[in-house]
């Protein structure tokens, strides 16, 4: 595969940051329950969007948040959604851009980051026990939580 590249979330990738396709029955796992609920407490101003380019082409994108004085620990340093194209899925895009955001987190002084999934067969549950999050606890809404070390 060609190296892939970070690219700021921008008028000029967002329409390919939205499209990126799915496979069959990952359409119930793009946002979890407890984001839904929490979406009005998220400040603009914490968070951290990036496309991953192979070439030209965006083949994945991340929504992060940085917020050390949010109430909820789970969403401090966080892995908000992780979308990766169907087409490269499998391929190192998430690893990657998980791994830019744990970077990111790291240089902005946290020790771990976490993410929220939906429990299901065909979930990012095994992608994320694969690159290190282990399971911490479970959320009102019956959503995994996981966390990463740093």
Request: hydrophobic share 45%.
């Amino acid at each position: 595969m060609a190296e892939l590249r970070l690219e700021d979330l921008s008028a000029s990738n967002i329409v390919a940051a939205n499209s990126l396709s799915l496979k069959p029955g990952q359409e119930q796992f793009i946002a979890p329950v407890t984001y839904s609920a929490e979406a009005s407490v998220v400040n603009p101003d914490t968070a951290w969007q990036r496309v991953a380019l192979l070439d030209q082409r965006v083949v994945g994108f991340i929504h992060g948040n940085f917020d050390p004085e949010n109430p909820h620990e789970e969403f401090r340093a966080c892995i908000w959604r992780i979308n990766v194209d169907a087409e490269v899925q499998g391929k190192g895009v998430g690893r990657f851009l998980a791994t830019a955001l744990a970077e990111e987190a790291k240089r902005r002084g946290f020790d771990r980051i976490t993410v929220l999934w939906e429990p299901g067969e065909l979930g990012p549950e095994a992608f994320f026990h694969r690159i290190g999050f282990v399971d911490i606890g479970e959320t009102a809404y019956g959503d995994v939580i996981g966390a990463l070390e740093l």
